[in-house]
Structure formats: structure tokens, C-alpha cells
């Protein structure tokens, strides 16, 4: 395999353009069945993908910025310019294609046969990704016991008939290696609950701890949710009080804009429920503001004059 010529090529990635030089081999043994097929540098593959001009690392962050975060493809744009990569809103959405593919093509049964056939049962988890309403949601399946995905896919629908078609496919590639469902859990969507009675009538289903957690903790949320409202009730007019400070640069302006600031920030923190209740957080902070006031105030009426 002798190098026969050069090509250059240019990757767009998150630090910035990338210029390869690319180095082409081709067999010269005309009894080679591969004679004069030319052959690119296997390094070139882990950088973009084939006839691509942005790399691998923009395609993962636009993948993990839609489903990870729940991002649209504007705002997913608009990172994308902050970070400093030039692309259109188009190429954004092509990019998510591109995604959902890798991610397909790194899942399947017959990818993880091993695995599957030492474990010698299959718990499988069954969720939907649908970061806007009234868009494909990506629908995963993955073992839990190795943490394999055995199958993602983009559907536009999510009625029981469609998801149980994605079901039996699972169950057909698991029967062919002798690897029987066990257990499968997923969330307490209607649909989902109807496929898996359709597909596993005999195999236990259960709903998920987060959502179980979630559930239970529902009305612990609400009670919340309703104090950091009263609380929010309490400290407006934040603006009014930084338009009174507006343009000035003495000590007693920037003390005034500093505990405004901290004020906005505590009223805009919802926190993560339900192990994380934002009503709490506000009521800790503001006490905590209230306090520092306090000490403020006392501060300046011992330094008052006798």
C-alpha cells in the first residue's frame, strides 16, 4: 500500500478550523481484489464523518444541547455561535439527523451478543426523548444490567401500535440468541404501558424510581411551588429601587445594586425538584438577605455621631 497522493480537507470543531493534510494509499498489486482502491488515513474517521465539515465533538454537543437540556434549534444555534462555530440554523438540524443516526448505529443486539448471552437475562428500560412538543421524539431502549442500548429510534408517533412494533423487534433479536426478558421499566405513559402488555403479557412491569419518587412527591412540590410564590409576593420592586441608584458609582449605589442583584438572583433559581425545593432555597436566601440588611443598618447607626 503505497501513498499515492495527498488530500486536504477542512473540520469545523470546538476549538476552532481544522486543516488535514491527508496522505491516499492504493494497492498496486494488480491480483489484489482491492487493487487501486484508495484508502484514507483511519485517524481522518475520528475527527468528522465521511463527506462532513463540521466534526465529531459538534455533532455530539448538538446531540447531548437537544436531548440532554432540552434545547430548541435556535438556542442550540445560538451556543453553537457563542462557542464560536460559524453554522446556519439548517446545518443545525441536519446535524441532528446525523446524531440520531450514530446513536442508532451504536445500538443493537447483535452489536452486544456477548454481553447479553454471559448475562443470560434482560431488564430493559424503555423511555422517549422529545425535547419540543409536536416534533420526532427518540425512543431508547437499554438494557440494565450491562447499560447496552439495544435499539434508538425517531418516530413521529407514540401511539401503543407504533412503540410495540419498536418492542417486538427487541424481542425478536433477544429470542434469536436465546436471552429472555425478565423485567422491563419504564414511566406511567399510557402508550408505553399498552405495548409492553402487548409485547411481554407475562414479564413484570414497573415503574421507574425517579418517576415513582417524582410522583410521590408531587404534593410536597405543589405546597412549595405555592410558598415561593407568596414569598416572591413580598420583595418586588427590585427594578425601582436600582432605577433610584442608576448612574451613580459611590459605595452606598454599589451596596444598593449588589443586594438587588442577589434578590433577582434568588427569586430566578427554581432549583431541582423534588430533592431541591426552590420555595425553601427563597426563604433561606432572603432571610439570609434580610440578616445582612440588619447588620448593615446597625453598622451605620453606631458610626452615626453622638
Known amino acids: 500500500m503505497r501513498i499515492r497522493y495527498s488530500s486536504r480537507r477542512a473540520i469545523v470543531s470546538l476549538q476552532g478550523l481544522v486543516r488535514l493534510r491527508l496522505k491516499i494509499r492504493r494497492c498496486e498489486d494488480r491480483t489484489c481484489g482491492r487493487y487501486h482502491q484508495a484508502w484514507r488515513p483511519e485517524a481522518e474517521a475520528a475527527l468528522a464523518l465521511p463527506q462532513h465539515e463540521f466534526g465529531l465533538d459538534v455533532i455530539a ?80 431502549i437499554r438494557e440494565c444490567l450491562s447499560g447496552l442500548v439495544l435499539l434508538a429510534r425517531a ?81 418586588r420592586g427590585v427594578r425601582p429601587t436600582e432605577r433610584t441608584v442608576e448612574g451613580r458609582t459611590d459605595e452606598a449605589a454599589q451596596i444598593v445594586q449588589g443586594y438587588c442583584a442577589a434578590v433577582r438572583s434568588a427569586l430566578t433559581d427554581d432549583g431541582r425538584p423534588p430533592l431541591e425545593a426552590a420555595g425553601l432555597r427563597l426563604h433561606d436566601r432572603l432571610e439570609a438577605i434580610e440578616a445582612s440588611l440588619g447588620r448593615v443598618e446597625q453598622k451605620g447607626g453606631a458610626c452615626q455621631p453622638s
Not at 105 to 123: D, F, K, M, P
Not at 194 to 223: G, K, M, N, S
Open 155 to 235: 418516530l413521529l408517533s407514540s401511539a401503543g401500535t407504533d412503540l410495540a412494533d419498536l418492542l417486538r423487534e427487541v424481542a425478536a433479536d433477544l429470542a434469536a440468541i436465546g436471552v429472555p426478558v425478565v423485567g422491563v421499566v419504564s414511566d406511567g405513559q399510557h402508550s408505553i404501558r399498552l405495548a409492553i402488555a402487548t409485547v411481554w403479557p407475562d414479564v413484570p412491569h414497573r415503574l421507574c424510581q425517579f418517576h415513582y419518587l417524582r410522583e410521590a412527591a408531587l404534593p410536597i412540590y405543589e405546597a412549595d411551588r405555592h410558598a415561593k410564590k407568596e414569598l416572591k409576593k413580598t420583595v
Open 61 to 140: 454537543l448538538v446531540g447531548a444541547l437537544r436531548y440532554r437540556e432540552h434545547r430548541s434549534v435556535p438556542e442550540i444555534h445560538r451556543e453553537l455561535g457563542r462557542r464560536g462555530v460559524a453554522i446556519c440554523e439548517r446545518s443545525v438540524a441536519n446535524l441532528l439527523d446525523r446524531y440520531d443516526e450514530l446513536v442508532a448505529a451504536s445500538a443493537g443486539t447483535a452489536a452486544h451478543r456477548a454481553t447479553l448471552e454471559r448475562q443470560g437475562r434482560a431488564i430493559l428500560a424503555i423511555d422517549g426523548l422529545q425535547p419540543d412538543v409536536g416534533h420526532e421524539v427518540l425512543w431508547v
